[in-house]
């Protein structure tokens, strides 16, 4: 299938991003959230992020207002998805959440189009479950920032069809993505092995090996990863952190998913990172 319009379902910090990317592709982007402000947030939040592209040099004036003539929000779901040819769930990392908001897209949507979760570590089998068309639905993970970081992890689920998964494919070439294909498995590829890294430095400073700055700066530049594991773990969120270990650590056992007391503590005193402007880092 053809796809033209894209329906992005929350306005947070990947849901924006991902609904930026879109209509900077070419896509008829809607981004729809439950309420009037974040909706707002997101928009303006798209338009800086536009502005600011076109001061380093990224994009061109031309391309930042053909993009935001692709873009139009809503908070109205029928209206969001009633046309949609792709609809990108963003919501929080809440299995229940997620599974009611596809039992209900999947009736509004026309019977063409797909259903992709941005969930970075929960069951897509579940998630496509409680949908009415089940083999239409698959995982698209981004990463943050969407419009800076070019990979695009596809998570196949057990009722995802070979020709979803196609067309996931050929969207995500459209978008400008770099794409990889992963079963369905708790954490996937790309959470599982983040995860591990980010919990083990966080050991690290709980335990005095280093201090936050210095564990990133030997990931930085020992391994060149673009960002170190606990600066991106402020970035995520470390309640978002906290929970995806727990999962892991509920669905596949071993220590190295078991989140350490640091981090919960640091979660309950509401140090969630940036979003919080306290976490490993000061924000």
């Known amino acids: 299938m053809t796809i033209r319009s894209i329906t992005v379902l929350g306005a947070g910090t990947m849901g924006h991003g991902i609904a930026q990317v879109a209509a900077t592709s070419g896509f008829d982007t809607t981004l729809y959230d439950v309420a009037s402000e974040p909706l707002e947030r997101g928009v303006a939040n ?4 536009l502005d600011k592209g076109v001061a380093k040099g990224k994009v061109s004036k031309a391309e930042a207002d053909a993009a935001r003539g692709h873009l139009r929000s809503t908070t109205a779901l029928a209206d969001a998805v009633g046309t949609a040819d792709l609809v990108i ?4 990392e809440k ?7 596809f039992a ?11 259903l992709a979760t941005n969930t970075s570590a929960l069951s897509v089998t579940e998630i496509a479950a409680a949908a009415d068309c089940p083999e239409r639905v698959v995982g698209m993970h981004f990463f943050n920032p969407p419009y800076i970081l070019k990979l695009l992890e ?6 995802t069809s070979d020709e979803t998964l196609a067309a996931a494919k050929q969207v995500g070439a459209a978008l400008g993505r ?8 708790p954490g996937f590829a790309t959470s599982r092995l983040g995860l591990v890294l980010g919990l083990e430095a966080a050991r690290m400073v709980q335990e005095g090996v280093a201090s936050p700055q210095d564990i990133d700066r030997a990931m930085e530049l020992g391994y060149r990863h673009p960002m170190g594991p606990l600066k991106l773990g402020d970035l995520v969120g470390l309640d978002v952190r906290l929970a995806i270990a727990d ?6 056992g071993g220590d190295q998913f078991r989140a350490p007391p640091l981090l919960r503590r640091m979660v309950r005193a509401g140090k969630l990172g940036k979003k919080s402007g306290q976490g490993f880092y000061e924000w």
């Open 89 to 92: 769930e963003s919501a929080p």
């Open 46 to 49: 798209i338009g800086k992020n």
């Open 104 to 114: 209900e897209v999947s009736q509004l949507v026309p019977s063409s189009a797909l």
């Open 95 to 101: 299995l229940e959440l997620k599974k009611s908001i």
């Open 178 to 185: 770099e794409v990889i294909v992963v079963n369905d498995s």
């Open 154 to 159: 596809l998570v196949r689920a057990e009722q």
């Open 247 to 252: 999962y892991l650590y509920k669905e596949l």
